[in-house]
């Protein structure tokens, strides 16, 4: 599905019923928004990874503007601010009224802004595997150098600090860093999950060369007053659990939720255990 918003058309998929029978009336279900990483990815990041939470509400998942199967616009227009700002119209134009809002690596990002831009609009927040500010590159790169291989270290950059050439440098340059994003390899997993996203190099080069070098929220963190929950990992190497801590630190009475044998994504790594604490989050229940 697409809709048409700030200029630009942007895809959305629904998962989970918006209302549900309950003996004799129909109960209305919270909607999470979840907002993919990247830049350059899109929603297929989460699948089938968030479908248990549509045991519980209704999920959207939406591809950023020039990402996924969203319409391509110039890359200069896809600010964080802006990406925050398409949220917000998908959610007037679908007719919600106060979201749970997930944001996964840079989709984190986005929700950190979205948040300081639009709290009323917002019930919960969850902050899975992000960062605060510009400053976890430099955070990255110091784990790095304790676990990269000589080839990894000396390929990261390309990525991030925008210098891609072509879509085959780009593969080239996954098939070297991506083991880097798991604790535990998983061969049929990886190949999976690494293929299902449509590419989008342009605005990826460009978000890494010229918008995130801005990026820092962290002044404006400790006004947020939304229940949120903060998900880390100790073998993150790309937003170290440092970043977790410090949005934490920052984010009056978060939650911080530490999973210990994922890397990036401890939505694929523990599968399990990471969805039994969002439920307990997101329907207020205490986790076994």
């Given at each position: 599905m697409f809709a048409s918003l700030n200029g630009t058309r942007i895809y959305f998929d629904v998962e989970g019923s918006g209302y549900v029978p309950q003996g004799d009336r129909m109960v209305k279900r919270p909607v999470l928004f979840a907002v993919h990483g990247g830049p350059g990815s899109d929603h297929s990041d989460f699948k089938p990874w968030l479908t248990p939470l549509a045991e519980h509400m209704q999920i959207v998942y939406l591809d950023q503007r020039c990402n996924g199967q969203s319409d391509r616009v110039d890359p200069a227009t896809c600010t964080l601010e802006q990406l925050a700002d398409d949220i917000?119209?998908?959610?007037?134009?679908?007719?919600?009224?106060?979201?749970?809002?997930?944001?996964?690596?840079?989709?984190?990002?986005?929700?950190?802004?979205?948040?300081?831009?639009?709290?009323?609009?917002?019930?919960?927040?969850?902050?899975?595997?992000?960062?605060?500010?510009?400053?976890?590159?430099?955070?990255?790169?110091?784990?790095?150098?304790?676990?990269?291989?000589?080839?990894?270290?000396?390929?990261?950059?390309?990525?991030?600090?925008?210098?891609?050439?072509?879509?085959?440098?780009?593969?080239?340059?996954?098939?070297?860093?991506?083991?880097?994003?798991?604790?535990?390899?998983?061969?049929?997993?990886?190949?999976e999950t690494g293929n299902r996203p449509i590419g989008s190099l342009e605005v990826a080069n460009y978000t890494f060369k010229h918008l995130i070098p801005k990026y820092d929220v962290r002044d404006k963190l400790p006004a947020l007053q939304v229940p949120t929950l903060i998900v880390g990992a100790r073998y993150d190497w790309i937003t170290p659990l440092s970043q977790s801590e410090e949005m934490h630190r920052l984010i009056p009475g978060s939650e911080l939720a530490i999973f210990e044998q994922s890397g990036h994504m401890p939505f694929i790594e523990e599968h399990a255990a990471f969805i039994e604490r969002l439920t307990a989050f997101l329907t207020d229940k205490e986790a076994a």
């Open positions: 917000e119209a998908l959610r007037r134009y679908l007719g919600l009224e106060r979201i749970y809002l997930l944001g996964h690596s840079f989709g984190g990002m986005v929700a950190q802004v979205y948040a300081t831009r639009y709290p009323d609009s917002l019930a919960k927040l969850l902050l899975i595997n992000t960062a605060p500010s510009k400053e976890f590159y430099p955070a990255a790169l110091d784990y790095a150098s304790r676990v990269a291989t000589p080839e990894q270290l000396k390929t990261i950059p390309e990525l991030f600090e925008g210098n891609i050439r072509d879509d085959e440098h780009l593969i080239q340059w996954w098939e070297v860093c991506y083991p880097l994003y798991f604790h535990v390899l998983d061969e049929e997993v990886m190949r």
